[in-house]
């Protein structure tokens, strides 16, 4: 069973940093693009970074770019979103998800797995 698992998602002050993971389980994900998306509270689902699977080809929404990195660990079939400077408008579920092909990396539609979610909060 394929299964992506998103972790560090928590309670932060406005200025705040997290981290969050995204592993993945029963298959190799190595070759697959990687993206964060985050959906908030009678929102719909948005992109937020996107990351080839070389890691050649990055993608940020604008409004995080500067602040967010996404990153990704192949050996460890990990992928990463380093938070800074959080605003009390980054509260959202995140979610993490893959795809096999590089094109269109910031469309939610374009994803085939995703995992279940995990909440960021930030306070004012």
């Known amino acids: 069973q394929v299964q992506l698992v998103e972790s560090g998602g928590g309670l932060v002050q406005a200025g705040g940093s997290l981290r969050l993971s995204c592993a993945a389980s029963g298959r190799t994900f190595s070759n697959y693009a990687k993206g964060w998306f985050r959906q908030a509270p009678g929102k719909e689902r948005e992109f937020v970074a996107a990351?080839?699977?070389?890691?050649?080809?990055?993608y940020y929404e604008d409004s995080v770019k500067g602040r967010f990195t996404i990153s990704r660990d192949n050996a460890k079939n990990t992928v990463y979103l380093q938070m800074n400077s959080l605003k009390p408008e980054d509260t959202a579920i995140y979610y993490c998800?893959?795809?096999?092909?590089?094109?269109?990396?910031?469309?939610?539609?374009?994803?085939?797995?995703w995992g279940q979610g995990t909440q960021v909060t930030v306070s004012s």
């Open positions: 998800a893959a795809k096999a092909s590089y094109v269109n990396l910031t469309e939610v539609a374009e994803y085939n797995y």
């Open positions: 990351i080839s699977w070389s890691g050649g080809r990055i």
